[in-house]
């Protein structure tokens, strides 16, 4: 079992920065792949980036450039993602999610970022 805890959303206009944190706790010696995705009302849920343990990424087309994901190595009991996210756009305004397990079977609570123009 794996716990997701999100932070570091909010309001900012466009052409601004946020940097989005996923902690992971439990069985975080299990996790070797772990991602954002993001889902705006009416849409389905979309990947923005993930990142293996190795330190291998991918990012969604429409991030390329402008986000940059990263992680912490576990120490003790805790597993850290990072999503810093760069020349915001109103388009990139959704709930963004941590998720991780071997199906893709653990979500976070999500946290909301919203560009305005």
């Known amino acids: 079992q794996v716990h997701l805890v999100e932070s570091g959303g909010g309001l900012v206009q466009a052409g601004g920065s946020l940097r989005l944190s996923c902690a992971a706790s439990?069985?975080?010696?299990?996790?070797?792949?772990m991602g954002w995705y993001r889902q705006t009302p009416g849409k389905q849920r979309e990947l923005v980036a993930h990142?293996?343990?190795?330190?291998?990424?991918?990012?969604?087309d429409s991030v390329k450039g402008r986000f940059t994901i990263s992680r912490d190595n576990a120490k003790n009991t805790v597993y850290l993602v990072h999503l810093q996210m760069n020349s915001l756009k109103p388009e990139d305004t959704a709930v963004y999610y941590c998720?991780?397990?071997?199906?893709?079977?653990?979500w976070g609570q999500g946290t909301q970022v919203t560009v305005s123009s």
């Open positions: 990142i293996t343990r190795g330190g291998s990424t991918n990012y969604a």
């Open positions: 998720n991780t397990g071997r199906w893709g079977e653990y």
């Open positions: 439990g069985s975080i010696f299990s996790i070797n792949r």
